[in-house]
Each structure stands twice: as structure tokens, then as C-alpha cells.
């Protein structure tokens, strides 16, 4: 988690503009957002190159969709064979499409409602950025830090987390691998693809539960 990457953002994210995810996501835009077959297109590819880094070997196994938002990545991962469990905070995301596949779940992913070692895999696609995103922030540290326990204890060992996100700076993006691994005893590496093209880069936190 050493090297440093130029982020060249100008405009500002939804999560810089609004405090909350649910004064963002309106039924206006929740709307738009799951009509939108280009988002589709680009949830389902980073949950591809997410599903890779996995390294997953059965198809016989659980995974927990944290952040599901309408359904792209749970319904993709249902249709490639998946048990999913999709979670959200926001209800009216989970009536967009049919999400009774993938057991769709209202709640925080600061506080996961499972019992531990429930999962072999936890997927969070777009979501990380809204729980943190100041470094100053002591409550979105605090909330952070519920979630990276959270996401620790529901996960089975020697299974990992994947956790793809648009931190705004290299400190928000270290800061968050660091707590992490200081909260928990994870073991963990960022993957960062296209790292030089602001566009279209790509950022992964990968982690292992021993
Ligand atoms: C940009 S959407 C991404 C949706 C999804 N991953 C997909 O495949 O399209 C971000 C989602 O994160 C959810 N979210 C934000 N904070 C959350 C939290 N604390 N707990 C659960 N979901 C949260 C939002 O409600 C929203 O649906």
C-alpha cells in the first residue's frame, strides 16, 4: 500500500455533495440509476474483475453482496451460479428489479445482521466511498471501524473480501487499508487497474481471512 497515484478528480463525486446516501438516492435517482444499462454494464464488468481476484474455485459457495443498490452484481453473480445475499441500505433500491434470488436484505453494512463465519465471500461494489471519504472525520473513522470488524466476523476463514471503491485522494485510500488492518487481522493489498488513467482506474482492496 505504498505507492502513490496522481488523482486527478474535478468534479465532484454524488458522495462529496450530499452527507447522506439517501438525500443522494432519491426515488428520482435511485430510478435513473437502475434504468441506466451503461451502469449495468460497468457494475457487472468490475464485478467480473472483482470475482477474479477472488480466486474462487466452486461455485458452491455463499457470497454477500454489501452496497447491492438495485442488483447488477447479485444478479450476475446468480445467473454465473452463485449463492448471493443481497444487502442495502436503501429499501427502494431492492424493489427495482425481482431480487428474490438473491435474498435481498435492508440493512447497514457498518453493522452486517449475521451470525460469524456466515459467508465465503463478501463483494462491496461503488459503495465504500459513501461510509468514508474525509480523513478528518471521527464518525466516518468510527463507522468504518464497525464495518471492518463487521465484515471480519461474518466472514468464514480462509475466505476473503473484495472491496471496490473511488476513494478521492491516495490518504483516503491508505487511511481506509490501514484501518483495515489495524482493526482487524486481515491481510490485505490494493489492486489498482489502469493506476495512471484517472478515468478509468479501478481501485480493489483485497482482503484474507486466515
Ligand atoms: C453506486 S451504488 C452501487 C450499487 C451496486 N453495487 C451495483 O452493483 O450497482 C452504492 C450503493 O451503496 C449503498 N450503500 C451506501 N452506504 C451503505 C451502507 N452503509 N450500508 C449498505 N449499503 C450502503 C447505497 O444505498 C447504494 O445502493
Given at each position: 500500500m505504498k505507492e502513490r497515484?496522481?488523482?486527478d478528480i474535478k468534479t465532484k463525486r454524488p458522495e462529496e455533495l450530499f452527507e447522506n446516501v439517501k438525500d443522494y438516492f432519491n426515488s428520482e435517482n435511485i430510478k435513473k440509476y437502475a434504468k441506466s444499462k451503461s451502469m449495468m454494464r460497468i457494475q457487472e464488468k468490475i464485478t467480473m474483475r472483482a470475482l477474479e481476484l477472488l480466486e474462487i474455485r466452486s461455485s458452491k459457495i455463499r457470497i454477500l453482496d454489501a452496497g447491492c443498490g438495485p442488483g447488477f452484481a447479485a444478479l450476475y453473480l446468480k445467473e454465473i451460479g452463485f449463492?448471493?445475499?443481497a444487502l442495502d441500505?436503501?429499501?427502494d433500491f431492492l424493489i427495482c428489479y425481482n431480487l428474490t434470488e438473491v435474498n435481498?436484505?435492508?440493512a447497514d453494512m457498518c453493522y452486517l445482521p449475521f451470525k460469524p463465519n456466515s459467508f465465503d465471500a463478501i463483494i462491496s461494489i461503488s459503495a465504500l466511498q459513501w461510509?468514508?471519504?474525509?480523513i478528518y472525520n471521527k464518525k466516518m473513522e468510527a463507522l468504518l471501524i464497525k464495518l471492518t470488524k463487521s465484515f471480519y466476523?461474518?466472514?468464514k476463514n480462509n475466505s476473503k473480501a473484495v472491496i471496490q471503491?473511488?476513494?478521492k485522494n491516495n490518504?483516503?485510500?491508505e487511511k481506509i487499508g490501514n484501518l483495515f488492518i489495524s482493526n482487524t487481522n486481515f491481510k490485505g493489498n490494493f489492486i489498482i487497474d489502469n493506476p495512471n488513467n484517472a478515468k478509468k482506474r479501478k481501485i480493489f482492496l483485497l482482503l484474507k481471512k486466515e
Open positions: 497515484f496522481y488523482f449463492e448471493i445475499v441500505i436503501i429499501s435481498p436484505l435492508v461510509i468514508f471519504r474525509d466476523k461474518t466472514l471503491f473511488y476513494p490518504e483516503i485510500m
